[in-house]
């Protein structure tokens, strides 16, 4: 059995510092209310204090996509070591898809997160918008998902005319 490759382990250690990341961000902006106004810098809102319910909406909607996301990257994981010994294996298929389905259910939840931010920090009197469209990044993670996830049974039929074929010599 071959060794598994240095950039294996490096990748390993970048998918567990994204999954951090990605965890961890969303949560600290919304601590901090000069982080929430310069998140918000380009959105054209202006947020004074962010109170505790502004707080809770805010986390929620963004931390939402983030676990989404952090699952599918944690689901990465044991399909590192397989891939940085180049062989091909049915959790490499599976892991591809849990990961194209994640990116998917981000893309197509990016449009409903944004409208209830948008909806909760204008909620004042007289203030109140809702903006409902479609970002580029939306249909862009959704078409990768699309394309992650038509890939997973690939390989792992892939991985299964091999093994069959492996039986034959």
Do not use: K
Not at 8 to 33: E, H, K, Q, S
Not at 66 to 92: K, N, T
Not at 151 to 157: I, K, W, Y
């Amino acid at each position: 059995m071959s060794q598994v490759n240095p950039a294996a382990r490096r990748a390993g250690i970048a998918v567990l510092a994204a999954i951090a990341f990605t965890v961890v961000a969303p949560v600290a902006i919304w601590f901090d209310d000069r982080l929430v106004a310069l998140a918000l810098l380009g959105q054209g809102v202006v947020v004074g204090p962010v109170s505790p319910a502004l707080r809770a909406v805010g986390i929620g909607t963004t931390l939402l996509p983030s676990l989404c996301l952090a699952w599918g990257l944690f689901g990465l994981m044991p399909a590192l070591r397989p891939i940085g010994r180049g062989e091909v294996a049915p959790r490499v298929g599976a892991a591809l898809h849990r990961l194209g389905l994640s990116v998917l259910l981000v893309g197509l939840y990016e449009p409903i997160g944004r409208t209830v931010l948008l909806a909760a920090l204008t909620l004042a009197p007289g203030r109140l918008a809702i903006e409902i469209g479609i970002s580029t990044d939306a249909v862009l993670l959704v078409a990768l998902g699309a394309v992650l996830m038509a890939l997973g049974p690939v390989l792992r039929s892939a991985a299964a005319a091999l093994e069959e074929n492996q039986g034959f010599v």
